[in-house]
């Protein structure tokens, strides 16, 4: 699922276990442990080329385990398991073990309405209130209809779940439905309602009767349950779960987990999840007969909207991603839940699809292996060579390293001094040289567990000097002029902006570290930093009294609620759903 325990945090992209254990980081994979790393049997070049891919990029991704399904339009090719399904045990994962797809699931949603359409139970663009008017929703910028939920442009909340345990809690929409792009959890749960009150029976016996059954994916759990745990990988989730993570940060197991919310709770295994890729493959038509219609299936892939979340050319159809690559169609998702992360990439030009799926939530998602797999199954069927495999990106480096160094002062005196090393930007602290991992854009995170591992580093550049995309950003970067680490705030001898602000006093009663006993929630931070009241990164816009905006961008639907000020301090905390209690820990 999109929104999870870790996405208000910086993530990287790749993984260098060399400059960290240079650095005296905690690695879960040490060289002795990957030359062990429990690996499937190849058959074949194809194979051969694949598994030597994967295992470099668990390696390098700190993944403990990963299971994969491969398939044609007529069978499945290869399932798959490489690494471990129980580290502690040493148990190796076995295709048939339950891995979680989180938001895959949302493409199962979308096909049993598309069901229920041509059925005549429902239409797709009228108002889903007409259908479920008990819901605690607030329409203010228009109506919604199903149409807006399947595409994430009804201009709700991505909160995960529908309903508060405060009865007059409402989800409250942010823009005009059809306007933006805005990935909602809670639209595809309210689906999953729509689709339980259509079909007459729970979420689990409806897609098991509509998808799974008639596709033969006997496997496949519909609800994440414990019945089936012994059943499944363990899932894995940073150790330190109140910090930024580092790419070889420690892992622990993750508390069981029960989710019936249809915006992510199918369990599968590489096999089923091969066969469900086929039946797409083959545009609604599965063994038993067709799924979905040529013209349902038309509707399920059709590109309604930008999706750049997904990648720069992708749009978004009924519950999946649409795209292309090297000139093919392409269906894509990913999902990601508390404990697993996972990929399915279907090329419908092609004729081949991949699944694959990690038990561990580190904030990235398996899409560079299930592309890969696909690129390489091509080339196979179109008797070409097989291209090479892709890099794997190495979070320390950066092209642009020396822009960031130097010394920086806060107004009380105290200071940061940043080194270029290569492409490693390092902080020197102590006598010590830290290395950081860029987390994207102007955000890095020290590379060493347990050293300034509080929070990420946010640079900063000279406002008014940035790239013009217009002009194909061919204008130099601004140079970076100040940093911060969550409240405190450092510039450098370039800066020439204000050094002083001012802000509203009631703010105060807001500052501090909140928890949420949700899986999802975590922790979250609120401080000022300047002029601005900001949680975890994100600035908080005032809307009223305690409500606040969370992001830059106007029409986001996102808000966070101070609650319960006692003493001069907030108690509660409300965000995406959930509740976040005060936590003076720190």
């Known amino acids: 699922m999109k929104i999870d325990r870790l996405s208000r945090r910086a993530f990287l992209s790749g993984g260098s276990a060399a400059a960290m254990a240079a650095a005296g980081s905690c690695l879960l994979w040490s060289p002795a442990m990957q030359a062990e790393m429990p690996m499937p049997k190849a058959s074949g070049p194809l194979d051969e080329t694949l598994d030597g891919f994967v295992g470099s990029y668990m390696a390098a991704m700190n993944a403990p385990g990963l299971t994969l399904g491969i398939t044609d339009s007529e069978k499945t090719l290869r399932t798959a398991g490489y690494g471990y399904a129980n580290l502690d045990q040493r148990l190796p994962v076995q295709p048939e073990l339950l891995f979680q797809i989180g938001s895959i699931t949302k493409s199962f949603v979308a096909l049993v309405l598309l069901q229920l359409r041509e059925q005549g139970k429902v239409d797709l663009h009228k108002p889903v209130l007409d259908y479920l008017p008990g819901l605690p929703i607030t329409c203010g910028f228009g109506t919604i209809t ?10 709700l909340p991505d909160n995960l779940g529908v309903f508060s345990s405060d009865p007059t809690a409402r989800l409250v929409q942010g823009f005009k439905p059809g306007e933006h792009f805005h990935y909602c959890n809670a639209g595809f749960d309210i689906l999953g309602l729509l689709a339980v009150k259509l079909d007459g029976r729970s979420w689990r016996e409806c897609v098991t009767a509509r998808i799974l059954a008639p596709l033969e994916m006997t496997a496949t759990q519909g609800v994440i349950a414990t019945a089936s745990r012994n059943r499944s990988a363990v899932g894995y989730q940073p150790f330190w779960d109140d910090q930024v993570y580092p790419r070889q940060g420690r892992l622990a197991p993750a508390p069981n987990l029960v989710m019936d919310d249809t915006a992510g709770c199918i369990a599968s295994t590489p096999g089923d999840m091969a066969r469900y890729a086929r039946m797409l493959l083959n545009r609604g038509k599965g063994p038993k007969g067709r799924i979905v219609s040529e013209e349902s299936f038309g509707l399920f892939s059709t590109p309604y909207i930008k999706a750049e979340p997904f990648s720069p050319t992708a749009s978004y159809g009924y519950g999946i991603a649409v795209d292309t690559l090297d000139g093919h169609k392409i269906l894509r998702h990913t999902g990601g839940m508390v404990a697993f992360a996972s990929s399915i990439h279907l090329d419908l030009d092609g004729g081949v699809a991949a699944f ?31 291209p090479a495999a892709p890099a794997i990106a190495n979070p320390c480096d950066v092209e642009d390293a020396g822009e960031y160094a130097g010394k920086f002062a806060a107004p009380d005196g105290r200071t940061l001094t940043f080194t270029a090393q290569g492409k490693v930007v390092a902080l020197v602290a102590d006598g010590k040289t830290i290395p950081l991992q860029n987390a994207g854009g102007d955000s890095f995170v020290s590379a060493v567990e347990g050293v300034f591992s509080e929070d990420s580093f946010e640079f900063a550049r000279k406002q008014g000097d940035a790239p013009n995309p217009a002009d194909g950003d061919k204008k130099p970067k601004a140079p970076v002029v100040e940093v911060s680490y969550r409240d405190r705030w450092f510039v450098n001898d370039a800066y020439t902006g204000p050094r002083s602000f001012n802000t509203p006093v009631q703010w105060s009663a807001y500052v501090g570290h909140y928890r949420s006993d949700s899986p999802w929630g975590g922790d979250i931070r609120v401080y000022v930093l300047k002029d601005r009241l900001t949680l975890s990164g994100n600035r908080l816009e005032p809307l009223g009294g305690a409500l606040f905006r969370v992001g830059d961008e106007l029409w986001v639907p996102e808000t966070a609620e101070f609650l319960h000020v006692f003493e001069g301090k907030a108690r509660m905390l409300r965000m995406a759903g959930m509740d976040f209690a005060r936590m003076d820990v720190d």
């Open 146 to 155: 199903v149409h807006h939920l399947l595409t994430h442009t009804s201009g």
């Open 356 to 386: 694959a799926s990690i038990n561990a939530m580190q904030g990235y998602r398996p899409t560079q292996v299930t592309e890969y797999a696909v690129r390489l199954l091509r080339a196979q069927r179109e008797n070409k060579p097989l």
